[in-house]
């Protein structure tokens, strides 16, 4: 079954609800865990220190886990393979309409999911919806409809 954690944003603070959340991101029945960090909210030249960034916030943690972190690819066909290969998918917030094409052209994208956790927060949450609200842009959007 596909798990679906849902996070309104600012996920960089540190706060009790913030360390919740991460800890049932990785809160699966196994002890080696594949995380992949999914940047695509956000310009390329900052996804190296976003993805240290939060590696360091899941290792912080101190949970029993054994993660094993990987950076999403934009390239369709890498990409299709390393959500395959992962235990949960963590995707991070930003601006939801670069996140959506990027993913909008994924084929099967849904049916890739399957089986995975799935960890959206802000624009990561937002293209899962039906609608979602931008404050840039102050209207109601588009999602995929998922959720």
Same mark, same amino acid.
């Given at each position: 079954?596909?798990?679906?954690?849902?996070?309104?944003?600012?996920?960089?603070?540190?706060?009790?609800?913030?360390?919740?959340?991460?800890?049932?991101?990785?809160?699966?029945?196994?002890?080696?865990?594949?995380?992949?960090?999914?940047?695509?909210?956000?310009?390329?030249?900052?996804?190296?220190?976003?993805?240290?960034?939060?590696? /360091? =916030? +899941?290792?912080?943690?101190?949970? *029993?886990? @054994?993660?094993? %972190?990987? #950076?999403?690819?934009?390239?369709? /066909? =890498? +990409?299709?393979?390393?959500?395959? *290969?992962? @235990?949960?998918? %963590?995707? #991070?917030?930003?601006?939801?309409?670069?996140?959506?094409?990027?993913?909008?052209?994924?084929?099967?994208?849904?049916?890739?999911?399957?089986?995975?956790?799935?960890?959206?927060?802000?624009?990561?949450?937002?293209?899962?919806?039906?609608?979602?609200?931008?404050?840039?842009?102050?209207?109601?959007?588009?999602?995929?409809?998922?959720?």
């Amino acid at each position: 079954m596909t798990k679906y954690i849902l996070h309104g944003g600012r996920t960089s603070y540190d706060s009790p609800s913030n360390r919740e959340y991460f800890l049932e991101t990785i809160n699966i029945d196994k002890k080696s865990i594949k995380l992949l960090v999914v940047l695509f909210s956000r310009d390329k030249e900052v996804w190296e220190e976003k993805f240290n960034q939060y590696k /360091q =916030i +899941f290792l912080n943690l101190h949970s *029993d886990k @054994d993660i094993e %972190f990987v #950076l999403a690819e934009p390239d369709q /066909q =890498i +990409f299709s393979r390393q959500v395959l *290969d992962a @235990d949960v998918i %963590f995707i #991070l917030g930003g601006e939801t309409i670069l996140l959506m094409s990027y993913l909008k052209n994924i084929p099967n994208l849904k049916e890739l999911f399957e089986n995975k956790v799935i960890s959206g927060s802000s624009a990561g949450a937002n293209f899962l919806s039906k609608y979602y609200y931008t404050i840039n842009g102050k209207e109601v959007r588009h999602g995929l409809g998922w959720i």
